[in-house]
């Protein structure tokens, strides 16, 4: 009778054992390979409204520079946050921001890209710049932007003196130094009625 129980119990651990063997080469292979044993859960952190308080990564405003490219303004959670860049998704479009941090400030960054169109909702991702991995996102949508100031098309600066430093000369009421740089716009004629 022990003849009996010993056959079927030695090749059921001989099963177990080959089963056993075989998942062990499949994650040799695969840890050579350079995947992981086991996937990690990556969190994906919120990036808000700075005014809703959120704490993290959130976003000040949006604006254009003197390029006609929108920039996005960021405040950084921490001062050692990881280099990054932004892909902004709007419609059936995508683009990829480019990001600096702002040395002086360092918890503060700028993101520069093609301008979106106002008034839609956009997706702004964010990815680390070293492994390419999304570390953040949040929808917006872009109601207004900040432009550049630009000058006064045919503005002159008019140097009052010889345009030297002189010492504060005394105001009748006492409280400054008269400025000694005041522009004036030069308009175009018939303006602000054009002929």
Same mark, same amino acid.
């Given at each position: ?28 292979? =695969? ?12 969190? $994906? ?5 700075? !005014? ?13 520079? @003197?390029? @006609? =490219?929108?920039?996005? @303004? ?14 902004? !998704? ?10 600096? $941090? ?17 008034? *839609? ?15 953040? =996102? ?20 008019? $140097?009052?003196?010889? *345009? ?28 602000? @009625?054009?002929?």
């Amino acid at each position: 009778m022990e003849r009996k129980h010993l056959i079927p119990l030695l090749g059921t651990a001989g099963l177990v054992l080959l089963i056993l063997s075989a998942m062990m080469i499949a994650a040799v292979v =695969q840890f050579v390979r350079g995947g992981e044993l086991t996937p990690t859960p990556v969190k $994906v952190n919120d990036v808000t409204l700075c !005014d809703l308080g959120g704490g993290g990564l959130c976003v000040i405003s949006f604006g254009a520079d @003197n390029l @006609n =490219q929108m920039v996005i @303004n960021f405040h950084l959670p921490r001062r050692k946050y990881p280099a990054f860049y932004a892909r902004v !998704d709007f419609g059936e479009s995508s683009e990829v921001y480019s990001c600096q $941090v702002v040395k002086e400030v360092p918890t503060s960054a700028y993101c520069t890209g093609p301008r979106t169109p106002l008034g *839609g909702a956009i997706v702004i991702k964010i990815f680390r710049a070293d492994n390419d991995a999304l570390i953040a =996102q949040g929808e917006f949508v872009v109601a207004a932007i900040m432009l550049p100031t630009l000058p006064i098309p045919g503005a002159t600066v008019e $140097v009052v003196g010889d *345009g030297t430093p002189s010492p504060p000369e005394e105001t009748p009421s006492g409280t400054g130094t008269p400025p000694r740089f005041r522009p004036t716009p030069t308009l175009p004629p018939g303006y602000p @009625n054009p002929p």
